[in-house]
């Protein structure tokens, strides 16, 4: 978990209504979002932030990819970023 937040700066929170808690940090100009809930679980689409898949990691460190428009949300705080896509040369 340290190594995905070093050299982040903290950028801003997003207003998602009442029981979500989104903040956004930068790290080389890259967004990386921590989100979780007051209470409970959401399945939000957080594709206005982020479109298509998206890795998720945990609190314990375990990383998942994702759907944007169907992303779970917990209490537990959930590190979200986009995935670097990596383009094959010809």
Do not use: C
């Not at 890259?30 to 479109?51: A, C, D, K």
């Amino acid at each position: 978990m340290p190594s995905l937040l070093e050299n982040a700066g903290y950028d801003m929170a997003i207003n998602w209504g009442e029981n979500l808690n989104i903040h956004r940090l930068l790290k080389k100009r890259r967004p990386i979002y921590v989100l979780w809930t007051n209470s409970g679980s959401e399945t939000i689409n957080f594709s206005r932030e982020i479109q298509g898949k998206l890795r998720t990691t945990d609190g314990h460190g375990k990383q998942t990819i994702q759907n944007s428009s169907n992303l779970l949300v917990t209490q537990e705080p959930l590190f979200v970023e986009r995935i670097k896509i990596i383009r094959k040369s010809k």
